[in-house]
């Protein structure tokens, strides 16, 4: 007999009359209960208004993203029992980011939209599309993708992303692994333009990791943004961002075959300029942190071996 015992799931609800209010449940669960079974439980059993997404129940679709105790998450992928609080108790709420359509479910609308500025799907040859040819992946190449390839569309690394919130001209984290994995694919005729729609995007991500902490398929959103960043070089003409970061790169690159380190006091100089380094000096000051700018750095001692990794990056 499978021990059983009692939860308290508190739900946010949300509807447009009565906006947001919070709705306690008490429910059987066991520790094979997965917080979809609890939802469905509450909707069968006692309140048939309780609105959610779910449909697989094995972190497939991805469409049963939502806040449990606060932290993004797929509601199927959560088992109960390790939801629950000391008290017994488990918080629902919608995901962040996203507008609440009704209660857990939010409008994933703006999510699309970013993923299909990407164009998520594979552009081939005409003369495979036309059976004339096949073209097939190496292992390698299919290793390069793979990862960024298992994305369930669940819209939880969006939520948790700081730089979505706060710039409009950034793709987000999903997009950015979807778009990479096309772009790496060298069965897709699109590389080029591919490029151009990801390249001032990919310098907006903080590199915060959060979309690496929240990914229920450990897709590392991410570690695409920053291999995309790699093309650089390739993205046609410029824009403001991409100028700044062609001096970032190119910096790190000089810092490194000088000393065998990134000097971060010039990386800043040099990519961001005089006059925008003395206001972070002047705001470091006040905030008593000028002591971490003036930390002294060493050089790497075997400067020959560094050489040899560098190559003609220097
Ligand atoms: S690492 Fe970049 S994409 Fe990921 S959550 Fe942070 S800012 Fe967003
Ligand atoms: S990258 Fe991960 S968290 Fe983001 S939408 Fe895809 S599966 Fe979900
Ligand atoms: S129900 Fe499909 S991912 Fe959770």
Redesign the pocket.
């Known amino acids: 007999m499978v021990e059983e015992k009692e939860i308290t799931v508190n739900v946010k609800k949300y509807d447009k009359e009565k906006g947001e209010y919070w709705k306690s449940y008490k429910v059987q669960a066991d520790r094979y209960t997965q917080m979809t079974e609890v939802l469905r439980k509450i909707k069968t059993e006692q309140d048939p208004t309780l609105s959610y997404r779910a449909s697989c129940h094995m972190a497939v679709c991805g469409s049963c993203s939502m806040k449990i105790n606060g932290e993004p998450r797929l509601a199927c992928k959560t088992m109960a029992f390790t939801a629950i609080n000391e008290k017994n108790e488990v918080n629902l709420e919608s995901m962040d980011y996203y507008q609440e359509v009704r209660d857990l479910i939010p409008d994933m609308d703006t999510f699309y939209d970013r993923m299909y500025k990407v164009e998520p799907r594979l552009y081939a040859d005409q003369t495979v599309i036309s059976g004339e040819n096949d073209e097939r992946m190496t292992p390698s190449e299919q290793k390069e993708v793979w990862k960024f390839e298992e994305c369930i569309w669940c819209g939880l690394?969006v939520s948790?992303?700081?730089?979505?919130k706060e710039d409009e001209k950034f793709l987000?984290?999903a997009a950015?692994a979807k778009g990479y994995r096309f772009m790496a694919d060298g069965r897709d005729t699109k590389k080029e333009e591919r490029i151009g729609i990801l390249m001032d995007s990919a310098w907006r991500?903080?590199?915060?990791?959060?979309?690496?902490e929240v990914c229920p398929q450990d897709v590392q959103?991410?570690i695409a943004?920053k291999k995309t960043k790699a093309y650089v070089d390739e993205f046609p003409g410029t824009t403001e961002l991409i100028t700044m970061a062609r001096k970032h790169d190119s910096t790190i690159a000089e810092s490194i075959g000088e000393s065998g380190k990134i000097k971060e006091s010039k990386l800043y100089l040099k990519t961001f300029g005089y006059v925008a380094a003395m206001k972070d000096m002047m705001y470091m000051m006040k905030e008593g942190k000028i002591k971490y700018a003036m930390a002294k750095d060493t050089d790497v001692k075997n400067m020959d071996e560094i050489k040899k990794i560098m190559g003609d990056k220097k």
């Open positions: 690394c948790a992303c700081p730089s979505v987000g984290p950015h991500c903080t590199s915060c990791y959060m979309c690496y959103p991410v943004i």
